[in-house]
């Protein structure tokens, strides 16, 4: 099992970035695949981004593509969620979650691909 701690979120003007960190403790994170997913109130909790196990393949829901970019820190230990051109529907709780469900260079979208996840991070975006 690997903890989990989120980090980096805040109230941001629309257009602007945010860099969301996740911390793991425990284990290495070079040992896990790391996915992101958000929920804003009253909806679902809902993929947003994923690096695989090997660390060569990611993915990202079509409405954040090319605005943001996952990527992991393993001197840090830590996956990274880098957030451009932030838009008021971005706005929600955002959770990073490890697990080795997936395979080597296979991305998981579903939440079902995660053992563990953090508590969470609020990022609020002003129109």
């Known amino acids: 099992q690997v903890q989990l701690q989120e980090s980096g979120g805040g109230l941001v003007q629309a257009g602007g970035s945010l860099r969301l960190s996740c911390a793991a403790s425990?284990?290495?994170?070079?040992?896990?695949?790391a996915g992101w997913f958000r929920q804003a109130p009253g909806k679902e909790r809902e993929f947003v981004a994923a690096?695989?196990?090997?660390?060569?393949?990611?993915a990202y829901a079509d409405s954040v593509k090319g605005r943001f970019t996952i990527s992991r820190d393993s001197a840090k230990n830590t996956v990274v969620l880098q957030m451009n051109s932030l838009k008021p529907e971005d706005t929600a709780v955002y959770h990073c979650a490890a697990g080795r469900r997936t395979g080597w260079h296979i991305v998981g979208r579903e939440q079902d691909n995660y053992d563990d996840w953090g508590q969470g991070t609020q990022v609020t975006v002003s129109s």
């Open positions: 690096l695989s196990w090997s660390g060569m393949a990611t």
């Open positions: 425990g284990r290495s994170f070079n040992n896990y695949a």
